[in-house]
């Protein structure tokens, strides 16, 4: 077999290794069919596998909007619309995004947030001033965080962020 030519995969190896992969850990039908393109089958063919995939519950997208939601708020510390914006990216219909961000509870959203903004407020060197405030700010934007909640955290906390700092 020559470099650079990939080996040739029939359907029914390729769904083989779809239930592998689905079995796993969660896809959506989109990630999947984009690895079997990767697999040069045919269009047919690709239908073929998700929609089996589907009826055989490997494949939920309404499941993997949940997972997606719930993992990248608790360990990536995201915000609701950056993870809106992936699922979207990502092909999943908005009904299915707006019910998993709404499994997200907000007392442990807005702790996330307040927890996430203390720490960085560690690292800002400007301190509790309009520039200090104005990065932290831009930080919690840039996670993903509806902008007045990260206004509302920084206005309630600021004070209490870099005293705390000071106090290490």
């Known amino acids: 077999m020559a470099f650079g030519k990939k080996k ?24 999947i069919r984009k690895k079997l393109v990767n697999m040069r089958l045919s269009g047919d063919a690709i239908n073929k596998i998700i929609d089996s995939l589907i009826d055989r519950r490997y494949i939920d997208d309404h499941r993997y909007a949940i997972a997606y939601a719930r993992d990248k708020y608790r360990f990536s510390k995201w915000g609701r619309l950056k993870i809106r914006q992936a699922l979207s990216l990502g092909g999943i219909p908005r ?26 407020a560690r690292s800002i060197k400007e301190g509790n001033t309009f ?29 209490k962020f870099w005293q705390e700092c000071s106090i290490d």
Do not use: W
């Open 8 to 31: 040739e995969v029939t359907p029914a190896q390729a769904l083989v290794k779809m239930e592998d992969l689905c079995s796993r850990s969660e896809h959506s039908s989109n990630e």
């Open 131 to 159: 520039e200090g405030r104005t990065k932290l700010y831009r930080f919690g934007l840039s996670r993903g965080f509806e902008s007045n909640l990260v206004a509302a955290s920084i206005k309630n906390n600021a004070s």
């Open 95 to 120: 009904d299915y995004i707006n019910d998993a961000l709404e499994q997200i509870d907000q007392n442990s959203y807005i702790e996330i947030l307040d927890n996430m903004l203390k720490a960085k």
